[in-house]
């Protein structure tokens, strides 16, 4: 079981690829600035890069033979005494482009889209226009803009792939798939992330960006049900090795707590909860970190431990009523109502349920839709109204139809769990067969 994260080692310089023409000038441009500032500063190449980058990496990057990452950017200017933007002073597509990547990297989303929009109005042409809709598709995603992420990474794929920029294209179709699963289309969204893995190698591709296509594709497994599918996953990214900033190792470890929760390992998504916890609060990740208290109040409460799912629905609450994210207090709901539920406070966890169902309705999130409904099902059925948890889990089943297989086999259980109880084995029979043929 994993416990513990690699440090984050520099990153390697030998068999590049040649940049393009476009990033070759920006690779020139940002290492005249780089050695220039670290000349003033009075700076070796090694005192530069120590701790975290190594003397033959900030010299490829001063001679132009490689971009710097976003965080290395960021990196460099503070050991510099300075910030980002002292590398990005023009006014040409090129660096206002940087700059919207950088506010993408600080998770500033908004402020990225409006970089990349200001671009695009411009009406730039070929690979200029593909690079900021990719920025822009990345942005949309963040905002939780589904459809906009769809139709700008759409866009940005076409224009990459015609100028044979083969590794943008790879993120262009990373960020069309996770659109795809954020617009609740699971079927597309494993097609496209698993055509993209194929097409990737450890040895050829960027590992952030294989790193990054295991975990999605991990959640994509997640939501399915297959908790254990998901795991291999995780522990194939996790084993890459790659430079991940506390983001992604954030993100890495938020998925395998939730792969482990769903697997029935609980002390494993105890623990890699917490990792994630700290390490999106160390990034102020405040959306992100309001997620993972959710997912570690639903694993306490499968533990057992009630005052502990409690605290950290509460944590989450403060949080997501700090960002008013309506979409993410649906799924808050429902769990509230199952700590109450699981208190004895029948009253209570109804009308929880019902309030999360219908807060889920209003903002179009079928997931928390699917499952505060079951909850209200489950109440009903605890007060003795078997009529209204048939009448609520027959709504929750046509809701869940064309959803994921898990979500929809959730339901029909609950439901045939409830026809056997009332006597009508019939049913029972054929929803737990139904259940039972879903792939």
Not at 200 to 212: A, G, I, K, M, W
């Amino acid at each position: 079981m994993i416990r513990t994260m690699t440090t984050p080692t520099a990153p390697k310089t030998r068999n590049r690829q040649s940049l393009a023409k476009e990033d070759l000038d920006l690779a020139r441009q940002v290492g005249a600035r780089l050695k220039a500032a670290r000349a003033r500063a009075g700076l070796t190449q090694r005192e530069v890069a120590e701790p975290r980058y190594t003397k033959a990496y900030v010299s490829a990057l001063e001679n132009g033979l490689i971009k710097p990452s976003m965080a290395a950017l960021r990196f460099l200017a503070r050991r510099l005494g300075t910030v980002p933007s002292a590398f990005l002073a023009d006014e040409d597509t090129q660096w206002q482009r940087l700059e919207g990547e950088l506010r993408l990297a600080a998770g500033d989303w908004q402020a990225a889209a409006d970089r990349f929009q200001t671009i695009l109005d411009t009406d730039p042409a070929g690979v200029a226009r593909g690079l900021c809709l990719l920025g822009l598709a990345e942005a949309s995603y963040r905002l939780g803009r589904s459809r906009e992420t769809i139709a700008q990474a759409s866009e940005a794929l076409e224009l990459l792939s015609a100028a044979r920029r083969r590794a943008e294209a790879q993120r262009a179709t990373y960020w069309l798939a996770a659109g795809h699963h954020a617009n609740d289309d699971p079927a597309r969204a494993r097609m496209l992330f698993e055509e993209l893995l194929a097409a990737t190698t450890v040895e050829d591709t960027d590992p952030d960006l294989r790193v990054r296509i295991l975990i999605a594709l991990a959640m994509v497994e997640v939501h399915a049900g297959e908790a254990n599918k998901a795991i291999g996953l995780l522990e194939e990214a996790r084993a890459i090795g790659a430079d991940l900033d506390d983001r992604r190792r954030a993100t890495l470890l938020y998925s395998l707590a939730q792969s482990y929760r769903m697997s029935g390992d609980l002390e494993g998504a105890v623990q890699t909860g917490i990792e994630s916890l700290a390490l999106f609060r160390s990034v102020d990740a405040r959306s992100e970190a309001a997620s993972i208290e959710n997912e570690l109040a639903l694993t306490y409460l499968g533990l057992g431990n009630l005052d502990a799912a409690e605290e950290h629905a509460r944590e989450a609450r403060l949080g997501m009523e700090r960002d008013r994210d309506l979409f993410l207090l649906a799924h808050l709901g429902e769990t509230d109502a199952r700590i109450t539920l699981a208190r004895g406070d029948l009253t209570l966890a109804g009308h929880q349920a019902s309030a999360a169902a219908e807060l889920a309705a209003e903002q179009g999130n079928q997931s928390a839709l699917v499952d505060a409904l079951v909850t209200v099902a489950r109440t009903a059925r605890q007060q003795g109204d078997p009529q209204l948890a048939f009448a609520t889990l027959e709504r929750a089943s046509a809701i869940a139809e064309g959803g994921p297989v898990a979500r929809l086999r959730l339901v029909l259980t609950e439901w045939s769990e409830l026809a056997a109880e009332t006597g009508d084995h019939a049913t029972a029979y054929g929803l737990s067969r139904r259940a039972l043929d879903l792939r």
